[in-house]
């Protein structure tokens, strides 16, 4: 083999081995951003989770989150309903930036999932439910009735818990000031519950007392 030849292999070699680290570090780095991604993408979804239910003590509640057990929350206001939405198109906005990632396909889903969640609520926001704040069947003071006694998903067990609940309750008359109002403001936009459900209503809350 003539000295040329052999400076030819040795440069085949060379690239060769050039492309295979080329190629290896791609993939290390590509590796290391799919795991970036995946890490930002599971405190976002912890984070949206968080504030969420920071938005709904007594759903908290309702799954176990026992860090707003002292808060009753109220979900009647427009402060409450204007930050809601405030929140919800934050969250659009990040999701964007996350459907351009390295994700795998769950993850994807997830995404697209979270997405028809807040797209689904952002159209809702102009729906006035607000003016009938609670039915004969579901509300906060039937939710606040049946979980009295302890056996519900807020335990009554320690000095700390009834704490936590009576901080709870002091937060009702506020409600029922917003619920009263919002009523009114629904009577006002011929906004309301048929009479046979009121009239039930009114009975069951006259049984509370």
Request: with cysteine; glycine share 4%.
């Amino acid at each position: 083999m003539c000295p040329c030849q052999k400076k030819m292999k040795r440069a085949i070699i060379l690239v060769g081995l050039l492309a295979m680290l080329t190629t290896s570090c791609l993939k290390e780095k590509k590796e290391q951003l799919i795991q970036s991604d995946q890490s930002a993408l599971a405190t976002f979804f912890a984070d949206y989770q968080a504030q969420y239910l920071a938005f709904f003590p007594l759903e908290a509640t309702q799954q176990g989150v026992d860090i707003h057990n002292g808060t009753l929350g109220n979900t009647l206001t427009a402060s409450h309903r204007d930050s809601l939405i405030s929140f919800f198109q934050t969250t659009e906005q990040k999701l964007a930036v996350f459907e351009q990632k390295s994700l795998s396909n769950k993850e994807r889903w997830q995404v697209e999932t979270l997405r028809f969640t807040v797209e689904s609520a952002l159209k809702q926001a102009s729906i006035p439910f607000h003016e009938i704040p609670f039915n004969h069947m579901e509300g906060v003071p039937w939710t606040l009735a049946s979980w009295a006694d302890g056996k519900g998903p807020q335990p009554l067990s320690s000095l700390d818990d009834h704490k936590k609940w009576i901080n709870r309750l002091q937060g009702f008359q506020a409600w029922s000031d917003t619920a009263i109002a919002c009523f009114r403001s629904g009577m006002g936009n011929e906004h309301v519950l048929p009479k046979p459900i009121v009239i039930r209503m009114i009975s069951q809350l006259r049984d509370l007392s």
